[in-house]
């Protein structure tokens, strides 16, 4: 913290002022961004915000300019999922703070840690009618932990400091800072200024719960003759890969994976389940759930059969219990939790449970299900149809994946294609928006990601419509020499929202506002110096994006596929029901 000078002179004397050395506001930020670990912010310049870059450049902080603040904020969200560190993007006011509340509100459902600083006019000029004077906070309120004014130079950084420690109140999540624009440019004397020192300010959130849940947990996974997992997105957030993985090689339970929480075991681990989970929740007598909430994607609980016992591990408090009853729920973080409930249930394995003949037949019911699915689909996934069927798409690009390649799903139809099929290999490397459904987090993911992780590949699918939102930062990867494998599955429509027109109002009126143009992205691509390539023939697939991968640049693989396939989770979306 800050410490004051104090006057100096001799006894008797009358001090005289000796002059402070002065600092910034936007110094203050850079240097309450540099405590937290932040080392780039992403931005889109405006005058309100200037000074925080020059703070950054003493700091040594890069700045990341895009070109439009949404990507900013995606950005930064998907800085904060790839790296466990909170993200930040800087945005000036009015219009490019409302810009960013895509971004922000995607991060909000999604439990992403990241800061919004956006601009203001002077405090001096409020309710004058300043240029892109809007009320900032009242707007992020209802989609952030945090949202405040920055009321005084003094108070810049503390109130960073302020902001980041909200993001971890519970399930992470956004926090937002308005910052007056003389708040900013104004100067304090150094000594005046509350600075928090890094690492000091923000406790450890690795809280292990309740002890008596804890052990009541492992009574039930010890007992369980047909028990699962579902290993959701605070898995990966709260970094507890290996714990869950332990708990579940330890307790020998089989393991399904969801949102980020994919990866988390690669495919062909013992353990690893992924077709067969409707069954395995038909069919278990104990389900436990880390890390995801009761939503649409889960039948808002409903797909929990009540034959089950289900147990509901989750950093939020709110969210156990939402929906559905459980028999069990413990607040906490994930990885404490399933280590604390591995341990508990080390002495007591033997019973009816981990080692019992039940439990090894139980296994063997789940591989014989999922081997029956995936051969179920293998036709489609290796069809030579031409229009190329999506589920050849994805899965070539699930053979073209390596251990190191980070996945990045952004569109509708085409993305739930490939969540069936894509399995990353790594646990981390699997990013798509999350519960709120954003299009066109896709490009800004590719920037955080590469950003952040250079030696890392990065592979993206996009469908045509999501592509479109957002493409234009294809420039900005270029500019920034961010190489990445992109596929557009381009099917020149919106195909989710086609589907659910044709349910309702038949095949006549199924073509209103969801038909795009059939759009050249490979020569996109090349027209801003990337790689581009057009694919009609699925036996190229495989060829293009290997191209792709060695051209060493940003690059875009223009894959035609039908828009008369739609993906079962199209056809079984709650929206439509």
Not at 213 to 235: F, Y
């Amino acid at each position: 913290m800050a410490t004051t000078n104090t006057p100096s002179g001799t006894p008797g004397e009358t001090p005289s002022e000796t002059p402070s050395e002065t600092i910034s506001g936007g110094h203050l930020v850079a240097k309450a961004l540099k405590a937290e670990g932040v080392d780039v912010i992403f931005t889109l310049c405006g005058g309100h915000i200037i000074d925080i870059y020059d703070g950054c450049v003493d700091e040594g902080i890069d700045v990341v300019d895009v070109r439009h603040e949404q990507v900013a904020a995606h950005a930064a969200d998907g800085y904060a999922r790839i790296t466990g560190r909170p993200g930040c993007a800087v945005v000036t006011a009015g219009p490019g703070t409302t810009d960013a509340v895509t971004g922000v509100a995607n991060a909000f459902r999604a439990e992403s840690p990241m800061l919004l600083i956006g601009g203001q006019g002077a405090l001096s000029q409020h309710k004058m009618g300043s240029l892109q004077d809007l009320p900032h906070v009242d707007m992020m309120t209802p989609i952030t932990k945090f949202a405040a004014t920055v009321p005084h130079t003094a108070r810049a950084a503390d109130m960073v400091s302020m902001a980041f420690r909200e993001c971890y109140n519970g399930a992470p999540g956004p926090s937002f800072l308005e910052i007056p624009r003389d708040i900013l440019d104004g100067k304090v004397p150094v000594s005046s200024a509350t600075v928090p020192a890094a690492g000091r300010y923000r406790a450890s959130t690795r809280s292990m719960g309740d002890p008596a849940s804890v052990e009541r947990l492992a009574d039930l996974i010890t007992a369980a003759e047909k028990p699962c997992v579902l290993l959701g997105t605070q898995v990966w957030t709260s970094r507890a890969t290996d714990d869950a993985i332990a708990f579940a090689r330890g307790l020998n339970v089989p393991v399904f994976m969801n949102g980020a929480g994919r990866g988390t075991l690669p495919p062909g681990d013992p353990h690893h389940f992924h077709l067969s989970r409707r069954y395995a929740f038909n069919n278990a007598d104990l389900i436990l759930i880390v890390g995801s909430p009761f939503d649409f994607r889960m039948g808002y609980g409903r797909r929990l059969p009540k034959t089950a016992k289900v147990v509901q591990i989750d950093l939020d408090y709110r969210t156990v219990g939402k929906n559905r009853d459980i028999d069990l729920g413990l607040v906490g973080d994930p990885g404490a939790i399933l280590a604390a409930t591995a341990q508990a249930a080390s002495g007591r394995a033997g019973g009816t449970g981990a080692s019992s003949v039940a439990r090894k037949a139980w296994f063997e019911e789940l591989r014989a299900q999922e081997d029956a699915a995936y051969q179920k689909r293998l036709p489609r996934q290796l069809s030579d149809a031409n229009p190329i069927h999506p589920l050849r798409l994805a899965h070539e690009i699930n053979e073209f994946l390596t251990e190191d390649s980070v996945y990045i799903g952004d569109g509708g139809d085409i993305v739930t294609f490939s969540g069936g099929v894509v399995q990353p290999k790594s646990p981390g490397h699997w990013m798509d928006p999350g519960p709120l459904g954003t299009l066109g987090v896709g490009i800004p993911f590719v920037l955080a990601a590469k950003y952040a992780r250079p030696e890392k590949e990065v592979v993206a699918l996009f469908g045509d419509g999501a592509f479109s939102l957002t493409g234009w930062d294809f420039e900005t990867l270029i500019r920034y020499n961010l190489p990445f494998v992109g596929v557009i599955g381009n099917n020149s429509s919106m195909n989710q929202i086609r589907y659910g027109q044709e349910q309702k109002y038949g095949k006549e009126r199924g073509r209103v506002g969801n038909t795009l143009g059939d759009v050249r992205y490979d020569e996109f691509a090349r027209m801003l110096g990337g790689h581009g390539e057009e694919v009609r023939d699925p036996a190229e697939i495989g060829p293009a994006l290997r191209r792709a991968r060695e051209s060493g640049l940003p690059a875009l693989v223009n894959v035609w596929v039908d828009p008369d396939a739609y993906a079962p989770g199209t056809m079984n979306q709650t929206m439509y029901k």
